[in-house]
């Protein structure tokens, strides 16, 4: 991996390649992901619906050795840790410096500092050379992106001619359960999202990727039971995730969507 020019300043050890000046909604997004409670937290934890996608991610892609990563959004960084653990090379890149600053003190103290970069910077924009890394991860991101159409041409500028996409993203309302649609449009709102998807509006966007594997995910029960846990916490987690994941292949019903694809 080549760096196409220099950052623009360096920050905690941090590489900031962002202009000076973003536009209203992506600084609403990093004022609002700033301010969200994992970027407070001290302490690293993997929740369960975290380690299925993981176990997603590792079952789909078990060739790693010698590869790189591009953990493009990667937010709190589970996925660059639990990759980094097992030896993968991984470059996470997110819009939100303080979410790095977090995530650079805890690869330090699990001694994965040799096996990770982080740089700040616009998914849109890519600061890498041409053809750089092997699989490419984008969870929960492209629907808070202004152009989605952007963030996808620079994947595939800087993603090999063989690479893998793991791409994950909230399902169209249509097959989301009516009872939770007023919630989801709420949290929508709340938290940015601009678009939403489906298997067909997946397949037209990544048309230079082979699907490989359609997963869905938040169905009706999780939703209504980790809504419970947020007041009562009477519902084991793992459980939860577990029921969800048999799910997987169900799509009416589900609140996201996960397509792994290869390059064509």
């Known amino acids: 991996m080549v760096l196409k020019h220099n950052p623009k ?40 619906w975290q380690q ?20 493009a959004g990667g937010g709190s960084g589970y996925m660059t840790i639990e990759l980094a653990k097992l030896g993968v090379n991984v470059v996470c890149v997110d819009l939100t410096l303080r979410s790095l600053i977090r995530l650079k003190r ?5 001694g994965l500092s040799d096996r990770v970069a982080l740089m700040c910077c616009d998914v849109q924009k890519l600061p890498f050379n041409d053809k750089s890394f092997d699989y490419y991860i984008s969870n929960a991101v492209l629907e808070h992106l202004p152009s989605d159409e952007k963030a996808i041409k620079e994947m595939e500028r800087v993603c090999k001619d063989n690479a893998g996409a793991f791409i994950a993203v909230p399902l169209s309302l249509k097959y989301v ?7 989801n449009i709420f949290h929508d709102k709340r938290i940015g999202h601009l678009r939403r998807y489906d298997e067909g509006i997946l397949a ?29 916490p009477i519902f084991d987690e793992q459980q939860i995730e577990l029921e969800d994941t048999k799910l997987s292949n169900v799509k009416q019903g589900a609140s996201n969507i996960i397509a792994v694809s290869e390059r064509k």
Do not use: A, C
């Open 177 to 183: 359960n009516k009872l939770l649609i007023p919630l």
């Open 106 to 110: 805890i690869v330090e103290e699990f």
């Open 52 to 71: 299925s996608y993981v176990k997603r991610f590792t079952e789909n892609f078990s060739n790693l050795d010698g590869k790189l990563v591009l953990d």
């Open 9 to 48: 300043e360096v920050i905690n050890g941090i590489p900031v390649f962002l202009e000076d000046q973003l536009s209203k909604h992506l600084q609403h997004q990093v004022d609002y992901f700033s301010k969200e409670k994992i970027t407070e937290t001290e302490s690293y934890k993997l929740s369960p």
């Open 204 to 232: 037209k966007k990544l048309s230079n990727w082979n699907p490989k594997k359609i997963y869905y995910t938040g169905h009706f029960k999780k939703v209504i039971k980790t809504v419970v846990n947020m007041f009562l």
